[in-house]
């Protein structure tokens, strides 16, 4: 089985860099929304003089997004790679995003020195998590908050993730997931408390959006991002997705899922 290595997510974000972000799915704004909805009820939905760290740059993205809305970003990832292209998306931006380049499980940073950290998609390339988790809540300020997104494991994506990894073609090489109870036990146990669990369908699903991918790679021909509904189909989506999407239910039938965790006050 291919191993996840510091040369393997190198040459994927060079290859990245070739492309266009436009082309390439980001988190649909949900990470960003998740700290938004922090901030609305500890701040007015202020993000001005907050201090934010998103460990796993990835495009970063999300971390532009949160600098255009006032906050003090920062971005920490072990391969340049991916940290080029955060710089690349914050120039274009217009906004200063800090590069750091080092391991999220021994982060360079003092304790207590973030409002919010998160990450999206990193937790599950770690067979051991808890050196992550750790350093996360150590680098967090007292009532600061950590917002933690993985795939959930009751979902047809994990299953095929599973055929690619037995078959040594997963692009990750290798990477696990968990179930929404598993995530809110683990932060639990690390003394946070969880606030907000939350799943994401996404819009259009997996199966368009794989497609597309194969297109755009094999043949250079573009489908639309965002394909214009069937207006039923699409009405009825959003019913069904309004009414069971505010279920617990829910959170066992979506591709992705995370936490809203925050850290005790100190103690005086």
């Not at 494991?153 to 090489?173: D, E, S």
């Given at each position: 089985?291919?191993?996840?290595?510091?040369?393997?997510?190198?040459?994927?974000?060079?290859?990245?860099?070739?492309?266009?972000?436009d082309d390439v799915y980001g988190?649909?704004?949900?990470?960003?929304?998740?700290?938004?909805?922090?901030?609305?009820?500890?701040?007015?939905?202020?993000?001005?003089?907050?201090?934010?760290?998103?460990?796993?740059?990835?495009?970063?993205?999300?971390?532009?997004?949160?600098?255009?809305?006032?906050?003090?970003?920062?971005?920490?990832?072990?391969?340049?790679?991916?940290?080029?292209?955060?710089?690349?998306?914050?120039?274009?931006?217009?906004?200063?995003?800090?590069?750091?380049?080092?391991?999220?499980?021994?982060?360079?940073?003092?304790?207590?020195?973030?409002?919010?950290?998160?990450?999206?998609?990193?937790?599950?390339?770690?067979?051991?998590?808890?050196?992550?988790?750790?350093?996360?809540?150590?680098?967090?300020?007292?009532?600061?908050?950590?917002?933690?997104?993985?795939?959930?494991?009751?979902?047809?994506?994990?299953?095929?993730?599973?055929?690619?990894?037995?078959?040594?073609?997963?692009?990750?090489?290798?990477?696990?997931?968990?179930?929404?109870?598993?995530?809110?036990?683990?932060?639990?146990?690390?003394?946070?408390?969880?606030?907000?669990?939350?799943?994401?369908?996404?819009?259009?699903?997996?199966?368009?959006?794989?497609?597309?991918?194969?297109?755009?790679?094999?043949?250079?021909?573009?489908?639309?991002?965002?394909?214009?509904?069937?207006?039923?189909?699409?009405?009825?989506?959003?019913?069904?997705?309004?009414?069971?999407?505010?279920?617990?239910?829910?959170?066992?039938?979506?591709?992705?899922?995370?936490?809203?965790?925050?850290?005790?006050?100190?103690?005086?």
């Amino acid at each position: 089985m291919r191993e996840s290595t510091p040369e393997h997510w190198q040459k994927f974000w060079e290859e990245a860099d070739n492309l266009d972000l436009d082309d390439v799915y980001g988190t649909d704004g949900r990470m960003v929304r998740e700290i938004i909805g922090i901030t609305d009820s500890t701040a007015g939905g202020d993000l001005a003089g907050k201090r934010i760290l998103e460990v796993g740059a990835g495009t970063g993205r999300d971390a532009v997004t949160l600098a255009k809305a006032g906050a003090e970003v920062l971005t920490l990832d072990y391969v340049q790679g991916s940290l080029g292209l955060t710089a690349k998306a914050a120039r274009m931006s217009g906004v200063t995003v800090a590069p750091v380049c080092g391991d999220g499980t021994v982060m360079p940073f003092a304790d207590g020195t973030f409002d919010v950290v998160f990450h999206q998609g990193l937790l599950e390339h770690f067979p051991d998590p808890w050196p992550l988790l750790r350093d996360n809540i150590r680098v967090l300020k007292p009532g600061g908050h950590l917002v933690v997104d993985v795939p959930q494991t009751f979902h047809y994506y994990t299953l095929g993730k599973k055929v690619l990894i037995a078959l040594n073609k997963w692009f990750a090489g290798w990477e696990t997931e968990f179930t929404i109870s598993e995530l809110e036990d683990m932060v639990e146990k690390e003394g946070l408390t969880v606030i907000r669990s939350f799943g994401d369908w996404m819009v259009p699903g997996l199966w368009y959006r794989a497609l597309r991918k194969v297109i755009l790679t094999r043949t250079g021909r573009k489908l639309p991002m965002h394909p214009n509904p069937i207006p039923p189909l699409a009405r009825l989506g959003e019913a069904w997705r309004g009414a069971f999407g505010r279920t617990r239910l829910s959170l066992y039938t979506t591709p992705t899922i995370g936490v809203v965790a925050r850290k005790p006050e100190a103690v005086s």
